[in-house]
């Protein structure tokens, strides 16, 4: 600990050590809600596929044949929400996680992304971008009729639902730049919780609901950040000088993946939180 700031150590998902080791080429990797494996994606032959392996970095498994670039599973563990490019547009599709049963959610003239599970596993809240203008919508994986949730004047994007699904964090434009914001379910009580320079994303949730972790910075340096749910006691969790991106820790709390350029590419690490009250 050094002041307010935590510097979380890197560590290879085979065996622990100070200097980071890289455990997979690819970005976005995401924990299976049993925190025993991850999913990423990975480039096959010129196209992104969605792959999943033991959180060690074996058994590696690519589950789309045909493209696919992996977001997260849903809380109850039985279906993988991904984004398929067609007609130069991205679109947000559903699949079980032994990759059957893939279905298309969304398909119009614009882009969607971001898809995030409400924790009862029924609904998808995600970003759809038109005309350079971005909005956050609500649809039900049974029945996708999306709806859209914030009634700001500014875009909105990468929201997030908490564990209990009463409140919503988002990212906006409304005061100029981009900071992050939280809403009730219904898009009401909207408060803004940072006043931090730089672009901010990959925002979520801890576990517990207590606490909110997201990056800021740019494409040449960007920090991994915790806060309390109310925007104070902001510290980082990075502070190793390179771009660091989507991070996601797992059920339990004790242990993150991420993305960081420390040896030069974007390639996925592991940190242990097990030591870090927060």
Same mark, same amino acid.
């Given at each position: 600990?050094?002041?307010?700031?935590?510097?979380?150590?890197?560590?290879?998902?085979?065996?622990?050590?100070?200097?980071?080791?890289?455990?997979?080429?690819?970005?976005?990797?995401?924990?299976?809600?049993?925190?025993?494996?991850?999913?990423?994606?990975?480039?096959?032959?010129?196209?992104?596929?969605?792959?999943?392996?033991?959180?060690?970095?074996?058994?590696?498994?690519?589950?789309?044949?045909?493209?696919?670039?992996?977001?997260?599973?849903?809380?109850?563990?039985?279906?993988?929400?991904?984004?398929?490019?067609?007609?130069?547009?991205?679109?947000?599709?559903?699949?079980?996680?032994?990759?059957?049963?893939?279905?298309?959610?969304?398909?119009?003239?614009?882009?969607?992304?971001?898809?995030?599970?409400?924790?009862?596993?029924?609904?998808?809240?995600?970003?759809?971008?038109?005309?350079?203008?971005?909005?956050?919508?609500?649809?039900?994986?049974?029945?996708?009729?999306?709806?859209?949730?914030?009634?700001?004047?500014?875009?909105?994007?990468?929201?997030?639902?908490?564990?209990?699904?009463?409140?919503?964090?988002?990212?906006?434009?409304?005061?100029?730049?981009? $900071?992050?914001?939280?809403?009730?379910?219904?898009?009401?009580?909207?408060?803004?919780?940072?006043?931090?320079?730089?672009?901010?994303?990959?925002?979520?949730?801890?576990?517990?609901?207590?606490?909110?972790?997201?990056?800021?910075?740019?494409?040449?340096?960007?920090?991994?950040?915790?806060?309390?749910?109310?925007?104070?006691?902001?510290?980082?969790?990075?502070?190793?000088?390179?771009?660091?991106?989507?991070?996601?820790?797992?059920?339990?709390?004790?242990?993150?993946?991420?993305?960081?350029?420390?040896?030069?590419?974007? $390639?996925?690490?592991?940190?242990?939180?097990?030591?870090?009250?927060?």
């Amino acid at each position: 600990q050094d002041g307010s700031q935590w510097s979380v150590m890197l560590y290879e998902m085979t065996k622990r050590e100070k200097d980071p080791g890289r455990i997979a080429v690819g970005d976005h990797p995401t924990w299976f809600p049993d925190s025993r494996q991850i999913l990423f994606p990975s480039s096959v032959n010129g196209k992104v596929e969605t792959f999943k392996m033991d959180a060690d970095g074996s058994n590696r498994i690519q589950l789309t044949p045909g493209g696919g670039f992996p977001i997260s599973i849903s809380p109850d563990g039985k279906d993988i929400v991904y984004l398929v490019r067609v007609n130069e547009h991205w679109n947000i599709s559903l699949m079980d996680v032994n990759g059957k049963n893939q279905r298309k959610l969304t398909n119009h003239d614009g882009d969607d992304f971001s898809p995030a599970w409400s924790n009862e596993s029924r609904r998808l809240m995600f970003t759809t971008e038109k005309d350079k203008r971005t909005d956050v919508m609500i649809m039900n994986v049974n029945d996708p009729k999306p709806v859209k949730v914030l009634p700001i004047k500014g875009s909105s994007s990468s929201a997030k639902w908490s564990p209990d699904g009463r409140m919503i964090l988002f990212v906006s434009n409304e005061s100029g730049g981009d $900071e992050i914001y939280s809403a009730s379910d219904g898009g009401k009580d909207i408060q803004r919780l940072t006043n931090l320079q730089g672009a901010k994303y990959w925002v979520s949730f801890t576990p517990d609901g207590r606490h909110i972790y997201f990056v800021c910075g740019d494409e040449e340096k960007a920090e991994i950040y915790l806060m309390d749910i109310d925007g104070k006691s902001l510290r980082k969790l990075t502070n190793n000088n390179t771009r660091e991106a989507a991070p996601f820790i797992s059920a339990d709390g004790s242990k993150m993946v991420f993305v960081s350029a420390v040896d030069g590419d974007l $390639e996925i690490f592991y940190a242990d939180l097990s030591g870090l009250k927060y």
